[in-house]
């Protein structure tokens, strides 16, 4: 079974820097993807992390520990627009499943002035 | 290149009604998934489907049936509806492969049963 958590609310000051955990427990793994949910509409994908190590795009960074299960969303230099949930997404498991993802509940980001 | 889409965006129903969502993609992939997204939640597979013609079944399937007659479109059906079926529904496509092969979503319909 797949177990994924991360803090459901957070808030950061604009301008700001702003690091969201996500820790998990999964019978397999092939990679963690972070993806950022606005109110009121889809998902649309953020980063990709199969190995351990940090992952930069941009003002956005994604690390992964595969030992400790471990894996956070770094924002830098936050914007009013970034206020969003952002969830992470465990692909694991065997044969055709191992291309599902299970989702952790999502963090809720308030950025504020 | 219109990406995921999905019929309709929203639907109120009344208990025991049926309804059948439909979700299409125009970037030929293979796998395509149904999701449903609750507060508190987050998203849960309800079915998937790894090619034209064949499904399976996700972490909540009950209550729910699926269809993938052409690669293109997958269908979700409810044959009865029930209060605990109210919900947003997300569909998404991805080309198969390990690496970046990310899954892409539609806008999401949204489901009252009353």
Known sequence: ?113 | NAGVTQTPKFRVLKTGQSMTLLCAQDMNHEYMYWYRQDPGMGLRLIHYSVGEGTTAKGEVPDGYNVSRLKKQNFLLGLESAAPSQTSVYFCASQRPGQGLETQYFGPGTRLLVL
């Open chain 1, 1 to 113: 079974g797949q177990n994924i958590d991360q803090p459901t609310e957070m808030t950061a000051t604009e301008g700001a820097i702003v690091q969201i955990n996500c820790t998990y427990q999964t019978s397999g793994f092939n990679g963690l993807f972070w993806y950022q949910q606005h109110a009121g509409e889809a998902p649309t994908f953020l980063s990709y992390n199969v190995l351990d190590g940090l992952e930069e795009k941009g003002r956005f960074s994604s690390f992964l520990s595969r030992s400790k299960g471990y894996s956070y969303l770094l924002l830098k230099e936050l914007q009013m627009k970034d206020s969003a949930s952002y969830l992470c997404a465990v692909r694991g498991g065997s044969g055709a499943g191992s291309y599902q993802l299970t989702f952790g509940k999502g963090t809720k980001l308030s950025v504020i002035p």
